[in-house]
Every structure is written in structure tokens, then in C-alpha cells.
């Protein structure tokens, strides 16, 4: 694909410039954005456009390593049972389908993607603070905008003008999803279950999943936003040693094992393992 195929209107007019919050217009053959004031941001060679304000730096996003693994071990299907729970999250509730998404902290975009093809009016914004996630996410789908910004600050989108925010394993900024949303809009998280991946804790020495995640994601939401679903999706998996090594690789266990550690735990496994894949996938609401 090219990276240089237009942008999606629609998805540019969610934009807002980080250093006003003027809303942003593409420049001609979209080469980057501008906003009335002239503050201007061009569009990355790889497609993606960086939104922050000047000496503003982001947290440390996914490695090109990470990214990597990401894009191999979500191509190869594994999680695409949990797209599917996540499309259905995001179609369900009452009125017209939403035609606006935020994927907040969407890495590759292969999530939000997914949820795209399930709503063909829709279109999506990527934010992520990974400049090589972007880089993938930009040519993600055609009805896409890859965007590198700060998800803990204020998020260069206009106020109340999304109808969907995901989030998928990434951190939750409740003040500015509810300020995004529009009145009666959703935002959709999915998290990882107590025994998501559970197989693979002791063996290969991975972080366990908080018991108090559940509780700590209900106080950073409910101030902002009101649960009004919850649903869990479990399967199983059979991975063998090379698809194992590109899971630990793409998410946080990475970060606390060395190569050699992890390709030395890997070869103890047996040739395929049984690994389950659960997750909470649970909506929430701004009221009016």
C-alpha cells in the first residue's frame, strides 16, 4: 500500500491542532496539516502525521522490535477473536451506527481496522505515542488516520466529536475520552482477564495480570463515564515456540526479559502449547 494515498476527510475533521485546539484542514495532496492560526504538521513519509506541541515529549511507546512481533502475531489471526468481541462491543447500543472512532493507543491499528470492515460509514483515528506503530498504522485501511501523540495529555481531537473510543491493553485518559465523545458516545476497553495467557506466567517468568485491575479501571472511568456493559471473551490457542517468543515480544514482558532469556525459557516448552486467551471487554457511557 501506499503511504501517501489520501487521507479520509472525515477522519481529518476530528483532528484538532495541539498547540490551539484550532480544528486542522489537510494541506494540498495532503502533505500535512494546518490550522487557522498556521501552526502546521507535516505528514511523515510512512503516512502518519505527529500531533505535539513543540518540546513536548511523549512517553516511550513500542519498540520497532515490539511492533514487529505485533504485526506477525496479529496477522497469523490469534487474536482475532478478540477484534470480533470488540466490534461487537462498539456496534452495539441503541441509534444510528457510529461513522466516528478513536482507537487510543491503537499501535498497529489491526484492532480498529477489523472494526472498520464491520461498519463500512465509519472512520477512525489511531493515536499512538509509538512513532514505529504509526508508521505500521498508517496504511492500516484506507478509511484510517495514523497519529503519534501523547495519549496522558490533552488528545489533539475536537471536543465531542467521536461516537467510539477503543482501547485495547493500552491506559485509559478518562477526563479527554470524555471530552472527545460526544454526548451518549461509548468508549470500549478491553483488558486482560485474571487468566489471560496463564499458561505461559510460570514457565516463562511473564507479569501477572493485576487482581485489582477491575476496581482501578472503574476509578479512573466512573467520574467521566458510566459502565453500561460488560461481557468476558475465553479461547484457546495452540502456539508453537516461535509464535510464543512474538506474543512475550510485543507486549510489556518484553520490556522485563532479555532475548536470550526469553528464547532459552521458549525452547524448555513443549513443541505447541496450550495458551488461553481471556479478556474483559467492557463499554461505557458519556451521558448528555
Same mark, same amino acid.
Given at each position: 500500500?501506499?503511504?501517501?494515498?489520501?487521507?479520509?476527510?472525515?477522519?481529518?475533521?476530528?483532528?484538532?491542532?495541539?498547540?490551539?485546539?484550532?480544528?486542522?484542514?489537510?494541506?494540498?495532496?495532503?502533505? /500535512?496539516?494546518?490550522?487557522?492560526?498556521?501552526?502546521?504538521?507535516?505528514?511523515?513519509?510512512?503516512?502518519?502525521?505527529?500531533?505535539?506541541?513543540?518540546?513536548?515529549?511523549?512517553?516511550?511507546?513500542?519498540?520497532? +522490535?515490539?511492533?514487529?512481533?505485533?504485526?506477525?502475531?496479529?496477522?497469523?489471526?490469534?487474536?482475532?477473536?478478540?477484534?470480533? +468481541?470488540?466490534?461487537?462491543?462498539?456496534?452495539?447500543?441503541?441509534?444510528?451506527?457510529?461513522?466516528?472512532?478513536?482507537?487510543?493507543?491503537?499501535?498497529?491499528?489491526?484492532?480498529?481496522?477489523?472494526?472498520?470492515?464491520?461498519?463500512?460509514?465509519?472512520?477512525?483515528?489511531?493515536?499512538?505515542?509509538?512513532?514505529?506503530? +504509526?508508521?505500521?498504522?498508517? /496504511?492500516?485501511?484506507?478509511?484510517?488516520?495514523?497519529?503519534?501523540?501523547?495519549?496522558?495529555?490533552?488528545?489533539?481531537?475536537?471536543?465531542?466529536?467521536?461516537?467510539?473510543?477503543?482501547?485495547?491493553?493500552?491506559?485509559?485518559?478518562?477526563?479527554?475520552?470524555?471530552?472527545?465523545?460526544?454526548?451518549?458516545?461509548?468508549?470500549?476497553?478491553?483488558?486482560?482477564?485474571?487468566?489471560?495467557?496463564?499458561?505461559?506466567?510460570?514457565?516463562?517468568?511473564?507479569?501477572?495480570?493485576?487482581?485489582?485491575?477491575?476496581?482501578?479501571?472503574?476509578?479512573?472511568?466512573?467520574?467521566?463515564?458510566?459502565?453500561?456493559?460488560?461481557?468476558?471473551?475465553?479461547?484457546?490457542?495452540?502456539?508453537?515456540?516461535?509464535?510464543?517468543?512474538?506474543?512475550?515480544?510485543?507486549?510489556?514482558?518484553?520490556?522485563?526479559?532479555?532475548? /536470550?532469556?526469553?528464547?532459552?525459557?521458549?525452547?524448555?516448552?513443549?513443541?505447541?502449547?496450550?495458551?488461553?486467551?481471556?479478556?474483559?471487554?467492557?463499554?461505557?457511557?458519556?451521558?448528555?
Amino acid at each position: 500500500m501506499s503511504a501517501r494515498r489520501p487521507w479520509p476527510p472525515r477522519a481529518v475533521d476530528l483532528l484538532a491542532c495541539p498547540v490551539c485546539g484550532a480544528p486542522l484542514s489537510s494541506l494540498p495532496d495532503d502533505a /500535512g496539516l494546518r490550522c487557522p492560526a498556521g501552526h502546521a504538521f507535516d505528514r511523515a513519509r510512512q503516512g502518519h502525521v505527529t500531533l505535539l506541541p513543540p518540546g513536548h515529549v511523549p512517553p516511550s511507546g513500542d519498540s520497532a +522490535a515490539m511492533v514487529a512481533d505485533r504485526v506477525a502475531f496479529l496477522a497469523a489471526g490469534h487474536y482475532a477473536g478478540i477484534t470480533a +468481541a470488540l466490534a461487537d462491543a462498539v456496534a452495539a447500543g441503541d441509534g444510528a451506527p457510529p461513522r466516528a472512532l478513536l482507537d487510543l493507543g491503537g499501535g498497529t491499528g489491526q484492532h480498529l481496522a477489523g472494526v472498520l470492515d464491520r461498519l463500512p460509514d465509519a472512520v477512525g483515528v489511531v493515536l499512538d505515542s509509538s512513532r514505529y506503530a +504509526a508508521r505500521r498504522a498508517a /496504511g492500516v485501511h484506507p478509511r484510517a488516520v495514523a497519529v503519534v501523540a501523547d495519549s496522558w495529555a490533552r488528545l489533539p481531537v475536537r471536543d465531542a466529536v467521536v461516537d467510539r473510543v477503543l482501547v485495547v491493553f493500552a491506559p485509559r485518559n478518562g477526563p479527554e475520552t470524555a471530552r472527545v465523545l460526544r454526548p451518549g458516545g461509548r468508549l470500549v476497553v478491553v483488558t486482560p482477564a485474571a487468566d489471560h495467557l496463564a499458561e505461559l506466567v510460570e514457565p516463562l517468568g511473564l507479569l501477572r495480570v493485576d487482581p485489582d485491575k477491575a476496581r482501578r479501571l472503574t476509578t479512573t472511568l466512573e467520574p467521566h463515564l458510566r459502565p453500561v456493559a460488560a461481557v468476558g471473551h475465553r479461547t484457546r490457542l495452540e502456539l508453537d515456540g516461535v509464535a510464543v517468543a512474538t506474543l512475550v515480544g510485543m507486549g510489556p514482558h518484553a520490556r522485563h526479559l532479555t532475548p /536470550g532469556d526469553l528464547a532459552t525459557a521458549v525452547a524448555a516448552l513443549p513443541d505447541r502449547t496450550a495458551v488461553t486467551v481471556s479478556v474483559d471487554v467492557t463499554s461505557w457511557v458519556r451521558d448528555g
